[in-house]
């Protein structure tokens, strides 16, 4: 579909009120190569974020005077959206977000989603300087895990993995110039062998996975000299951090370039974009969601223990070099700046209940614009002023108000 103002402009003023998944299905899709073979990968729309906190909210109803206050805040978020247009890298108009109110609840699925876009934007804003002034560094993405434990244990839990983290930071064998850590929490799942079919233990409810996703920056000669650290090196040693009898399970992956493919879906050779891909989809995996929308509606015991355990526990930690170029301190804005930029936005799409779906409401109606120099004009015209009893006694704000209400039949001479 044509996404120019014009044609969509047009649409609406013929009496259509279109969804806003259908004018977004270009960007809600992305065409990626694995393992030889194009595939189309659906990124998560408004609407599913949307549906997933009002279920969060139905749970929270059933908990504490808190949690019923944070349900309350929570289907008030995001009820009305408004969009604009921005040119893409290619120069077509998409709909991007402009204005919207967010709750800000923690564990409120639509925030979270937000939240991980916020922070993976400040980070491919920071990607070009962090490179260019440290150009021997190489990325390496990490997993740290500990045992499942239960809902009910999970705070002191990530206390006891943040407390370990920073010992094994410290240690000399710890080859990162700086990093990028995050938290994310799973409901525990069942257990299987090796061969997948025979079942070994069958998932708690009541239990969860918390691990570790870290992004760290080495010396690109790392690689080829003794410093080297194993897959099982790097469990060793998250093992003496924890002070645990059994070996947790790691994982560690070289951060490689990805492969870049155009609208037709052919790869393109441009390795300095492929690389740059690579790294902008390592740190979409370290500042995604602290905890799966799916998983925060499977259950109303293992949701509330969940928000009331990781309440005030921060999710993201940032160590070395990144420091210098990224800041840990959070504004409160869940809008990018690159929707922002160039975005005129104007048109309003509000949640539909009966459909589950964002859909067109209207466009937006812009206050008359009063100048400066006229306002100030008309605060002080004696003729408006002695039509209004006792205006010198009014507040400036209703001062501007009875202004701003009679701004058509005032005549200013320039």
């Known amino acids: 579909m044509d996404k120019s103002n014009d044609s969509i402009i047009d649409s609406f003023a013929n ?16 065409v990626k190569l694995v393992k030889g073979r194009i595939k189309v990968k659906r990124k998560p729309t408004w609407d599913e974020q949307r549906l997933y906190s009002l279920q969060v909210a139905n749970i929270l109803d059933t908990g504490s005077p808190a949690d019923i206050k944070r349900a309350k805040r929570i289907r008030e978020c995001a009820n009305m959206l ?19 109110y967010f709750c800000r609840v923690p564990r409120c699925p639509v925030c979270q989603w937000r939240r991980a876009k916020k922070w993976s934007a400040r980070f491919f804003e920071a990607l070009p300087r962090i490179f260019m002034e440290n150009k021997n560094i190489r990325l390496i993405f990490l997993t740290l895990t500990v045992e499942n434990c239960p809902i009910s244990e999970l705070r002191s839990t990530v206390k006891w993995m943040s407390s370990s983290w ?79 009898a059994y070996k947790p399970v790691c994982d560690v992956r070289i951060v490689k370039p990805k492969t870049v493919l155009d609208e037709a879906g052919n790869s393109v050779s441009d390795g300095e974009k492929a690389e740059f891909e690579g790294m902008k989809a390592a740190l979409v995996e370290v500042v ?5 929308p799916s998983d925060m509606v499977q259950g109303a015991d293992w949701l509330l223990g969940l928000v009331h355990q990781l309440h005030k526990i921060h999710a993201v930690s940032l160590g070395g070099i990144f420091k210098q170029y990224l800041k840990i301190d959070d504004d409160g804005n869940l809008i990018t700046r690159e929707e922002l930029e160039g975005n005129q936005g104007g048109y309003l799409f509000d949640w539909r209940s009966e459909f589950r779906r964002y859909r067109f409401a209207g466009f937006k109606e812009k206050a008359p614009f009063i100048p400066p120099y006229f306002r100030f004009r008309f605060l002080f015209k004696k003729d408006f002023q002695q039509q209004i009893p006792h205006f010198c006694l009014l507040s400036t704000s209703q001062k501007k108000r009875l202004i701003r209400a009679n701004f058509e039949s005032l005549v200013i001479p320039f």
Not at 15 to 30: I, N, W
Not at 166 to 187: N, W
């Open 15 to 30: 009496g259509k009120q279109p969804f806003l998944t259908d004018l977004t299905k270009d960007q809600d899709t992305k």
């Open 82 to 100: 408004e969009m604009g247009f921005v040119e893409d890298t290619e120069g077509n108009p998409v709909l991007k977000l402009k204005k919207a």
């Open 166 to 244: 920073d010992k094994m930071s410290r240690r000399k064998k710890f080859p990162a110039l700086g990093f990028v850590r995050s938290l994310e929490v799973t409901k525990e799942k069942n257990l299987y062998d090796k061969s997948g079919k025979k079942l070994i233990r069958a998932a708690r409810p009541d239990y969860c996975h918390p691990h570790f996703h870290v992004l760290m920056a080495v010396e690109s000669s790392y690689f080829n000299g003794r410093n080297y650290l194993s897959k099982d090196d790097y469990a060793e040693l998250w093992q003496q951090s924890l002070k645990v």
């Open 288 to 292: 995604k969601y602290t905890v799966k």
